[in-house]
């Protein structure tokens, strides 16, 4: 592994990236625009090349992929895709709000 996988992602590296993860099913579309709003700018080299692999996939084994229905099999059971599916799936909110007692 090289010191440029853990390299943020340049501007056009991750314009590139958005237009590469366009998806035919909106529910794909779901997950990865809350992706990006949530972490684009913090998007290394290997997690972009991790998201590369997922876009390779057909939309229905991705969306089985986000929504659990199937585990991660084959090349794509590697640490970097496994970290950024999580942060794919990542339900929490944005920010840290408290309901009130």
């Given amino acids: 592994m090289s010191g440029t996988d853990d390299a943020l992602l340049d501007p056009r590296g991750l314009s590139k990236l958005r237009w590469r993860c366009r998806r035919g099913l909106l ?3 779901l997950f990865i ?9 913090g998007l290394t ?9 997922l876009m390779d ?4 084994d991705l969306l089985d ?11 794509l059971a ?5 970290q950024v599916l999580a942060l794919l799936r990542d339900v929490s909110p944005t920010s840290s709000t408290k309901e009130p007692a």
């Fill in 27 to 29: 529910e794909n579309d």
């Fill in 33 to 41: 625009e809350r992706f990006f709003a949530r972490h684009a700018e």
């Fill in 45 to 53: 080299v290997r997690q972009a090349d991790a998201l590369g692999l």
């Fill in 57 to 60: 996939l057909s939309d229905n």
């Fill in 65 to 75: 992929l986000l929504l659990g229905r199937k585990p991660l099999s084959g090349e």
């Fill in 78 to 82: 590697r640490d970097d895709v496994t």
